[in-house]
């Protein structure tokens, strides 16, 4: 069982930062992939970005990569999701999930059997 917290999500201004982190709880943490998803009102959640287990081999959803940094602290339990140039499009609840494929970088959200609360970012123009 993996519990996971978000936060440092909030409002920022077009072209800002924030960093979200996600928090994992149990003893397994460094045999999970772990990933970001998304979610803006009315629309379906997307994949934003996703790290192997081992943190040597991450994915990014193509428009985001050059924005956007994913790294993970297996030794703390802390995934971090660094977001820069940030835009109104980006604004949803973004989400932290842990996969047992730790082999890979899973894009799909059936591939995550764990899942945070979520936390807000809104991007102010």
């Known amino acids: 069982q993996v519990q996971l917290v978000e936060s440092g999500g909030g409002l920022v201004q077009v072209g800002g930062s924030l960093r979200l982190s996600c928090a994992a709880s149990?003893?397994?943490?460094?045999?999970?992939?772990m990933g970001w998803f998304r979610q803006a009102p009315g629309k379906e959640r997307e994949i934003v970005a996703a790290?192997?287990?081992?943190?040597?081999?991450?994915y990014y959803a193509n428009s985001l990569k050059d924005r956007f940094t994913l790294s993970r602290d297996n030794a703390k339990n802390l995934v971090y999701l660094q977001m820069n140039s940030l835009k109104p499009e980006d604004t949803a609840v973004y989400y932290c999930?842990?996969?047992?494929?730790?082999?890979?970088?899973?894009?799909?959200?059936?591939?995550?059997?764990?899942w945070g609360q979520g936390t807000q970012v809104t991007v102010s123009s």
């Open positions: 999930a842990a996969s047992p494929t730790s082999w890979r970088t899973p894009r799909e959200a059936y591939e995550y059997d764990y």
């Open positions: 149990g003893r397994t943490f460094s045999s999970y992939a």
């Open positions: 790290i192997r287990s081992s943190g040597d081999n991450t």
